[in-house]
């Protein structure tokens, strides 16, 4: 991992344990060795996922918005078939390689619906605050901070519940179900003593009103999950805690801030996203035999769920998240 320049912190160690905790899936990770000098040559990390209701299926990696095989290209093509044939009983296959794969096999399927968006911080915190769009971004941070916020670090599990408070209420509003709260405390676990990970908390007059989960690796800051109060949007804390985090990405001498993942079927953060002067880079995601469609963004079941998740109580929507995650992944 450390070695490849496509390494991410979602080759980590410390992320195959969160998923691995969280959601009870078992990492299937194939090394690449030379058979002569026993040479390591790389890795493809891969979980099975076993759901009697979507399917069992091996994954690289769920809950991941890229994990591009750290192995030459040439060598991707057998190392997928060797996984296929030790495990028949699955249902599909989905790798989310991020960029596009280089001789993709015949018997993959191509499906880009994601994005991500990446801001180049190498100009330095003066020049990339230029790069922001006049009005949407940098006149509300200038607005943003008369407003007397304060931003701090968590410092414990007692400080995620803010965090995940605003994540089931932003959930909520989408129609969607939270995370089950402890794959953010695992997330803390295991990534924050690493210096993997900071959850930056925005409060108002005492109460946290914005907050976000941050992924460091590398040269790379990633603003993973993240949460806002929407009783509080006129204040602008979105703008006000983006613009924190990209401040001390920079002074950490990080080289690119990543916006994360968003959906083609959400043109509104897309566009929010490109604001702050980012480029847009295309998620490249393969499968096989095809594209498993249960639960797809857009389709009918989708859309019904959704209505129904904007009704239901924070309870019981907390309660589906637990219950329904793992079959997700």
């Keep these: 991992m450390t070695a490849s320049p496509n390494g991410s912190i979602y080759h980590h160690s410390a992320w195959r344990t969160v998923l691995e905790t969280t959601y009870g899936y078992r990492p299937l990770y194939l090394a690449l060795e030379h058979t002569g000098s026993r040479e390591f040559h790389g ?16 994954v690289s990696l769920p809950f991941t918005s890229f994990c591009p095989p750290l192995v030459p290209h040439d060598a991707v093509a057998d190392m997928v078939r060797y996984n296929l044939q030790k495990n028949p009983e699955i249902q599909y296959l989905e790798l989310k390689s991020g960029d596009p794969l280089h001789d993709v096999p015949d018997f993959l399927v191509e499906h880009c619906s994601h ?13 990339v605050y230029q790069k922001f769009h006049s009005t949407s971004i940098r006149q509300r941070i200038r ?38 709260f402890k794959f953010f405390r695992n997330m803390w676990h295991e990534l924050a003593p ?3 990970l900071f959850v930056p908390l925005l409060e108002y007059q005492g109460r946290v009103i914005a907050a976000a989960f941050t992924l460091k690796f590398r040269d790379t800051f ?25 401040k001390i990405a920079c002074s950490e001498g990080a080289s690119y801030f990543d916006f994360g993942r968003s959906s083609l079927d959400n043109p ?15 998620l490249s995601y393969y499968y096989y035999p095809k594209m498993n469609k249960v639960g797809m963004e857009g389709s009918l079941g989708r ?8 009704i239901l109580p924070r309870a019981l929507l907390q309660m589906e998240g637990e219950l329904v995650y793992r079959h997700l992944g």
């Excluded at 006000?240 to 990209?246: A, D, G, P, S, T």
């Excluded at 859309?303 to 904007?310: G, S, T």
Aim: glycine share 6%; hydrophobic share 35%.
């Design 43 to 58: 890795v493809y990390p891969f979980m099975l996922v076993q759901s009697r209701f979507t399917g069992d299926r091996l």
């Design 115 to 127: 994005v991500t968006h990446m801001l180049d911080l190498r100009p330095g915190e003066s020049k």
């Design 143 to 180: 607005r943003a901070e008369k407003n007397g916020f304060r931003v701090r670090l968590a410092k414990d599990v007692e400080d995620l519940k803010g965090f995940y408070r605003l994540h089931i209420g932003i959930r909520k509003k989408h129609g969607l179900p939270p995370h089950p």
């Design 194 to 196: 690493r210096n993997l």
């Design 222 to 246: 990633t603003y993973e999950y993240s949460a806002s109060d929407e009783a509080y949007l006129n204040l602008s804390p979105n703008q006000m805690l983006i613009w924190e985090v990209i």
């Design 268 to 282: 509104s953060l897309i566009e929010f996203k490109e604001r702050w002067g980012a480029e847009k880079l295309a």
């Design 303 to 310: 859309r019904i769920l959704n209505r129904a998740n904007r």
